[in-house]
């Protein structure tokens, strides 16, 4: 068992000269002992030598840059993992992507927390929508999708995927785009947290093939009652609650997948405030 402290008999691990106990270096690199510990046990911060009778860890000054750079890391939250790719990089290059890659992860996490503080100010400010509500009658089309089983958690990822590999087929085939991108989301989805999804971009004609996850498919139509909702996509359920209110009010809901329709998206603008999305409710058409 490995254990902390003493001076005698030290037999080195690696490196050479005098070395430092643990609560000596936890000082110089102000993380505590027990993270060091743990750093030890995973394989990520191994001590400069270890006594062989009392199985003491031992630490070299130099080890310091490493252990700071630990510890600032962890700040960020990076994952154990990640950091040893940080850690053992072969050159400066390999190291500074693995760093910038988990910076970009942060960035789009701090963008996603903010539209969801601004989201929550809004609910308190105006708890209740007065938004405008008409019923539709959409069209059968064609389009170019993507389909799989998502999760509420990573669907926000899943969609910006996805619509980045349809908009390059879109490119590649030279379809004709007929009408703004488009989500369908099914009953399981929102029961389970996790069920099918469908991301589409509307098509005149179909092309013959298409490369990759993008599929050719048709889209039904049906009546719908449809909102238009403005602003960040964390707060499209807000306009689902009083869509789906006026529509249980009216007696009138149908069965379905509820279908969004991204008019202005990321693909137009940047500003997630400026977002204009329709939602469209399914509705019994006998009614």
């Known amino acids: 068992?490995?254990?902390?402290?003493?001076?005698?008999?030290?037999?080195?691990?690696?490196?050479?000269?005098?070395?430092?106990?643990?609560?000596?270096?936890?000082?110089?690199?102000?993380?505590?002992v027990k993270a060091l510990r743990h750093y030890h046990e995973v394989g990520l911060l191994v001590p400069a030598a270890i006594d062989r009778g009392s199985r003491y860890r031992r630490y070299e000054a130099a080890q310091a840059r490493d252990a700071q750079l630990i510890r600032r890391l962890r700040a960020l939250d990076?994952?154990?993992?990640?950091?040893?790719?940080?850690?053992?990089?072969?050159?400066?290059?390999a190291r500074d992507e693995a760093i910038s890659e988990h910076l970009s992860r942060m960035e789009g996490e701090l963008v996603r927390t903010q539209q969801v503080v601004?989201?929550?100010?809004?609910?308190?400010?105006?708890?209740?929508?007065?938004?405008?509500?008409?019923?539709?009658?959409?069209d059968d089309l064609s389009a170019l999708a993507i389909r799989a089983d998502v999760s509420r958690r990573?669907?926000?990822?899943?969609?910006?995927?996805?619509?980045?590999?349809?908009?390059s087929a879109v490119n590649d085939t030279g379809a004709e785009v007929s009408g703004p991108g488009g989500g369908l989301f099914s009953a399981a989805f929102f029961a389970d947290d996790d069920g099918p999804v469908v991301a589409y971009i509307p098509v005149t004609s179909a092309p013959s093939s298409v490369p990759g996850r993008p599929e050719v498919v048709e889209v039904s139509g049906g009546d719908v009652l449809v909102a238009?909702?403005?602003?960040?996509?964390?707060?499209?359920?807000?306009?689902?609650?009083?869509?789906?209110?006026?529509?249980?009010?009216?007696?009138?809901?149908?069965?379905?997948?509820?279908?969004?329709?991204?008019?202005?998206g990321p693909d137009v603008i940047d500003d997630p405030f400026r977002f204009r999305s329709e939602v469209c409710w399914p509705v019994d058409a006998s009614a």
């Open 78 to 93: 990076m994952p154990i993992e990640s950091i040893r790719v940080v850690t053992t990089a072969a050159d400066g290059v």
């Open 154 to 167: 990573h669907v926000d990822s899943w969609c910006g995927a996805a619509f980045g590999e349809l908009w």
């Open 228 to 264: 238009t909702h403005v602003g960040p996509f964390a707060d499209l359920d807000r306009t689902y609650a009083v869509l789906g209110a006026t529509a249980s009010d009216l007696g009138i809901a149908g069965d379905g997948a509820i279908r969004e329709l991204y008019v202005v």
């Open 1 to 32: 068992m490995v254990q902390d402290g003493g001076v005698s008999g030290v037999s080195g691990v690696s490196g050479t000269g005098a070395t430092l106990s643990i609560g000596e270096f936890s000082k110089l690199t102000h993380l505590s």
């Open 118 to 138: 601004a989201s929550l100010r809004s609910l308190l400010a105006e708890p209740q929508l007065d938004i405008g509500i008409e019923r539709r009658r959409l």
